[in-house]
């Protein structure tokens, strides 16, 4: 009787509830949920009068149990809006306004064992989050997610900046072609990524970037991967629509979950202006807040490192030479020094000295270990332990010396995606930091996973980036991971997660065909969208030529463009990532990076346009009212005008404008710049030019008595 009327009532609610329509809080955007006749659970969203996502099904396959597809009805929905601020522990803004309405559509299967599925949306002014969600229930306990099934219908054949759908990497060149155009089987001829797992010819990351050519801007994501693996997005490119790809297992399962559970957000990103994607704060605002409780310790920083170094060919990460590598690790103290080991205690003391001398907060230093005479390509377990310094690296001294000098050293563990090995020698690691000074990481994960079989983009992988977050937070040490999943904004609930690689960095520049041009305007739209990114900007001496005669690679940028990209690419850690002797060579313009904040109380995006251009300026927290800018163009010359109306109406201002030259061009003349000051205020505009590849940086602080008797004004 009970389990009749309980029928009952999901048919009354079904028929008074077939379709539920809600609308972001300024009315912007509109989402309709409906299930069509089959009980498909489908949804569809509106710009204005403009379709973003035409009805779209959604739904999860579930291993040996009907899939979460059709025959559902409708049990229960709830609507409630949502107004609230909250501080993030770093960021591009002091305070984040989280303001949607949301709508939760509880879908009931009514077999004789019923089982349900929450489908929750989000609708934000700027975008729509949703997920999937199971609730504890009778009929369904532990199951296997064999498939996901969200479509993305899209209006159009729109303009999209993609790179290749892969489950281990996202180092690729971004491509900018029409959705119909779409070929990522580059992906498998780019031998420039170390591992790679293409997935198809029409399959895509995401952050996905498109434009409509009636003007929208679309991007489709994820927030809060947690326990499940990450999203890719296959194109049917007769209908444009796209559909969710997650990563497999090794024995082709995507996701082991225990009701109650949920799967991370979908996201769909819209607006008619450019700026307003990147300004976004949609995907921090679908994560969960902090769990860490203290965060006192968490510093944002900027740091110098042996590295670049490393890259470029100058000095080797490995002690010895590798052609012995089965000696190697077992026995590494019979091992005879190749006389160009950069991680050196004395090396190590020159860069502490020069970031002592220039206020930069870290050192980071890699191949300080054993290990790296076989550490790549070999799928090798046991490599590095985490804890053995090479012979000439004293970590004691260096303990001592880097706190003489008020300088933190950066620890660098690369587990050669032995992900196996690295749980099992964590706790003895991060001890090893603890006792050694050092309170920040950059984790690393170049190969071919192990356990072996696994992707880094799926849930096994998905889970120990987070553990590595949590055990490292116990420990009070920050993380930068190198090669893990794109991150979804988990910065918000694991705020010593500083930042992540996880696209195509700088270091590319150094040993390949490297990045074009556009490249970092096409960051902002995607990857960037996620959480920083450890992009290491600051390369001065732009062409490799000067390492080695027969090094053709250069950096695809200007200098000025360098500097510009501190400000461009949100991150609360950046390297001022070139060699020390290289800025000694530029002190005038070494300074904007001395100078530039890590930590904002404001961002405003001032002009925007995937794959062409981007401007920002930014007001550094716990200042005095100092501002910084920075524009960046793709391979065209730019005129970049910049109204300074966000600054203090009543005050004085000096600008002190780091410009490519008259005659500078990111291939034949990248080093040329000119640095200039004037006095300037709320109503002046500044006309930026920004050379082929180029960029502009500019600092803003406020006028001295003296500044005003001294300098001209802006004209
Ligand atoms: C790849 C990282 O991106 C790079 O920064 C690092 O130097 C090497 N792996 C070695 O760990
Ligand atoms: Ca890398």
Same mark, same amino acid.
């Given at each position: 009787m009970k389990s009749f009327l309980s029928l009952l009532l999901v048919i009354i609610l079904t028929i008074a509830a077939t379709a539920q329509t809600i609308q972001s809080p300024n009315k912007k955007l509109s989402l309709a949920f409906s299930l069509s006749q089959d009980g498909e659970p489908t949804y569809q969203l509106n710009f204005g009068k403009k379709q973003v996502i035409l009805p779209s099904k959604l739904g999860i396959e579930i291993k040996d149990q009907t899939p979460f597809l059709r025959t559902f009805v409708i049990a229960n929905v709830e609507s409630s809006l949502v107004d609230e601020s909250w501080d993030p522990v770093w960021g591009e803004v002091k305070t984040i306004r989280s303001n949607y309405r949301e709508l939760k559509v509880a879908l009931t299967q009514m077999a004789n064992k019923p089982r349900t599925m929450i489908v929750t949306f989000r609708l934000f002014d700027d975008g729509l989050g949703f997920r999937y969600e199971f609730p504890q229930q009778d009929h369904l306990g532990y199951f296997t997610v064999s498939n996901e099934r969200t479509e993305f219908k899209l209006a159009g054949n729109h303009k999209a900046f993609w790179i290749p759908g892969d489950f281990d990497t996202n180092e690729y060149e971004y491509h900018e072609t029409a959705l119909s155009d779409v070929d990522a089987t580059y992906g498998f001829s780019a031998t420039e990524i170390a591992t790679r797992t293409v997935i198809g010819k029409n399959f895509v990351q995401t952050p996905l970037m498109m434009k409509s050519?009636?003007?929208?801007?679309?991007?489709?994501?994820?927030?809060?991967?947690?326990?499940?693996?990450?999203?890719?997005?296959?194109?049917?490119?007769?209908?444009?629509?796209?559909?969710?790809?997650?990563?497999?297992?090794?024995?082709?399962?995507?996701? !082991?979950? &225990?009701?109650?559970?949920? *799967?991370?957000?979908?996201?769909?990103?819209?607006?008619?202006?450019?700026?307003?994607?990147?300004?976004?704060?949609?995907?921090?605002?679908? %994560?969960?807040?902090?769990?860490?409780?203290?965060?006192?310790?968490?510093?944002?920083?900027?740091?110098?490192?042996?590295?670049?170094?490393?890259?470029?060919?100058?000095?080797?990460?490995?002690?010895?030479?590798?052609?012995?590598?089965?000696?190697?690790?077992?026995?590494?103290?019979?091992?005879?020094? %190749?006389?160009?080991?950069?991680?050196?205690?004395?090396?190590?003391?020159?860069?502490?000295?020069?970031?002592?001398?220039?206020? +930069?907060?870290?050192?980071?230093?890699?191949?300080?270990?054993?290990?790296?005479?076989?550490?790549?390509?070999?799928?090798?377990?046991?490599?590095?332990?985490?804890?053995?310094?090479?012979?000439?690296?004293?970590?004691?001294?260096?303990?001592?010396?880097?706190?003489?000098?008020?300088?933190?050293?950066?620890?660098?563990?690369?587990?050669?995606?032995?992900? *196996?090995?690295?749980?099992?020698?964590?706790?003895?690691?991060? &001890?090893?930091?603890?006792?050694?000074?050092?309170?920040?990481?950059?984790?690393? !994960?170049?190969?071919?996973?192990?356990?072996?079989?696994?992707?880094?983009?799926?849930?096994?992988?998905?889970?120990?980036?987070?553990?590595?977050?949590?055990?490292?937070?116990?420990?009070?040490?920050?993380?930068?991971?190198?090669?893990?999943?794109?991150?979804?904004?988990?910065?918000?609930?694991?705020?010593?997660?500083?930042?992540?690689?996880?696209?195509?960095?700088?270091?590319?520049?150094?040993?390949?065909?490297? %990045?074009?041009?556009?490249?970092?305007?096409?960051?902002?739209?995607?990857?960037?969208?996620?959480?920083?990114?450890?992009?290491?900007?600051? +390369?001065?001496? +732009?062409?490799?030529?000067?390492? %080695?005669?027969?090094?053709?690679?250069?950096?695809?940028? *200007?200098?000025?463009? &360098?500097?510009?990209?501190?400000? *461009?690419? !949100?991150?609360?850690?950046?390297?001022?990532?070139?060699?020390?002797?290289?800025?000694?060579?530029f002190p005038d313009a070494f300074q904007f990076i001395k100078d530039v904040a890590m930590d904002w109380d404001d961002s405003k995006y001032i002009d925007a346009e995937p794959g062409d251009f981007v401007t920002v300026a930014r007001k550094a927290k716990n200042r005095n009212d100092e501002w910084y800018l920075g524009a960046i163009t793709d391979e065209n010359a730019r005129t970049s005008t910049v109204p300074l109306n966000f600054l203090d109406a009543k005050k004085k201002y000096v600008a002190t404008i780091y410009a490519d030259a008259a005659d500078a061009h990111w291939e034949k003349n990248p080093m040329a710049y000119k640095i200039e000051k004037f006095l300037v205020n709320g109503k002046t505009a500044l006309k930026l030019q920004l050379a082929p590849g180029g960029g502009a940086a500019v600092s803003i602080t406020p006028a001295t008595k003296e500044d005003e008797k001294k300098l001209k004004s802006y004209r």
């Open positions: 050519a009636d003007g929208l801007y679309i991007n489709i994501s994820e927030a809060a991967l947690v326990n499940y693996p990450a999203m890719c997005v296959e194109i049917n490119k007769e209908s444009f629509t796209l559909i969710s790809t997650i990563a497999p297992d090794p024995v082709g399962n995507k996701a !082991y979950l &225990q009701a109650p559970a949920k *799967t991370p957000w979908r996201t769909v990103m819209v607006s008619d202006k450019a700026t307003d994607i990147l300004a976004s704060k949609m995907i921090l605002n679908l %994560n969960e807040p902090s769990k860490i409780a203290d965060v006192s310790w968490i510093k944002p920083q900027k740091m110098v490192g042996v590295w670049w170094e490393l890259h470029v060919g100058k000095s080797t990460w490995n002690y010895a030479d590798t052609n012995n590598v089965q000696l190697v690790t077992t026995d590494w103290n019979k091992l005879k020094p %190749n006389g160009k080991h950069g991680a050196t205690t004395e090396r190590v003391k020159y860069y502490i000295d020069f970031a002592s001398k220039h206020g +930069i907060d870290g050192v980071l230093v890699e191949g300080w270990n054993v290990g790296w005479e076989d550490w790549f390509g070999q799928w090798k377990e046991e490599v590095f332990d985490f804890v053995t310094p090479y012979p000439d690296f004293d970590v004691d001294a260096l303990q001592k010396y880097a706190a003489e000098k008020g300088v933190k050293l950066v620890m660098h563990h690369e587990t050669s995606a032995s992900v *196996t090995n690295y749980e099992r020698r964590m706790d003895e690691a991060f &001890q090893f930091m603890k006792e050694h000074g050092y309170d920040a990481v950059k984790t690393g !994960y170049v190969g071919k996973i192990i356990p072996r079989g696994e992707f880094h983009d799926g849930q096994w992988m998905v889970n120990h980036y987070i553990r590595v977050a949590e055990k490292a937070a116990k420990y009070k040490i920050m993380i930068d991971a190198h090669e893990p999943v794109r991150p979804t904004g988990l910065h918000r609930t694991y705020p010593n997660w500083l930042a992540c690689e996880a696209a195509r960095g700088n270091e590319f520049n150094g040993w390949s065909n490297g %990045n074009k041009p556009d490249h970092e305007t096409v960051l902002a739209f995607t990857r960037l969208l996620g959480g920083p990114m450890d992009y290491t900007p600051g +390369i001065f001496q +732009i062409k490799m030529d000067y390492y %080695n005669p027969n090094k053709k690679e250069q950096v695809h940028t *200007t200098l000025v463009k &360098q500097l510009a990209l501190y400000v *461009t690419m !949100y991150s609360p850690l950046h390297m001022a990532a070139d060699l020390p002797e290289n800025y000694d060579r």
